[in-house]
Nanobody, 122 residues
Framework: QVQLVESGGGSVQAGDSLRLSCAAS????????LGWFRQAPGKEREFVAA??????STEYADSVKGRFAISKDKNTVYLQMNNLKPEDTAVYYCAARISPRTSSSSKYYPYWGQGTQVTVSS
């Protein structure tokens, strides 16, 4: 099993920045990808960004390109969120898949964290 623990959420004003962290522990694999998804009230969970741990591969949703940046260090993946907008308000989830290829589909990520709330007010 893989355990994922997110942190760093909070309430901010539009235009502010936040950095989310996701610490991975437990069973290790030779290749895997960590990703971020989010779910706003009444909406489906949507892809935000993903990063392969073993190859130079990163993927972003169009809605966050140029504002969000995903990075990694040891067993932690970060999501730097700049110029936040009210529509970024959601619960943000970290997810892991046992593959070096990134994916924007949540069905390919079997491991999930508990989520962290991000609220952006105008």
């Amino acid at each position: 099993q893989v355990q994922l623990v997110e942190s760093g959420g909070g309430s901010v004003q539009a235009g502010d920045s936040l950095r989310l962290s996701c610490a991975a522990s437990g069973r290790t694999f030779s290749s895997f990808t960590l990703g971020w998804f989010r779910q706003a009230p009444g909406k489906e969970r949507e892809f935000v960004a993903a990063k392969s741990w073993n190859i130079d591969s990163t993927e972003y949703a169009d809605s966050v390109k140029g504002r969000f940046a995903i990075s990694k260090d040891k067993n932690t993946v970060y999501l730097q969120m700049n110029n936040l907008k009210p529509e970024d308000t959601a619960v943000y989830y970290c997810a892991a898949r046992i593959s070096p290829r990134t994916s924007s589909s949540s069905k390919y990520y079997p491991y999930w964290g508990q989520g962290t709330q991000v609220t952006v007010s105008s």
